[in-house]
């Protein structure tokens, strides 16, 4: 708990360390940041589209998942 929490008595209630693998753990009301992505846009591929509520977005960034480990990537872009 940091200096000023102990001072002003602050909780630390719904703090990321409490979150537990539950992505809804910190959702709350009127979020400014547009709240939860679904479960579908979460899993989606970075190539894919994924359309929502109307909205058509670009899957998540990241890298591609493509079955291989890190191990054989590196392999395939330096033989």
Known sequence: ????NRILGSSRRGSAAKQEAD???????????????????RTADPRDVVEEDGTVMSG???????????????EEQNP
């Open 60 to 74: 998540p960034g990241g890298a591609p998942q493509e079955g291989t480990t890190p191990d054989e990537r590196r």
């Open 1 to 4: 708990m940091g200096f000023l």
């Open 23 to 41: 992505p809804e753990a910190l959702d709350s009301e009127d979020d400014p940041r547009g709240g939860l992505q679904s479960h579908k846009y």
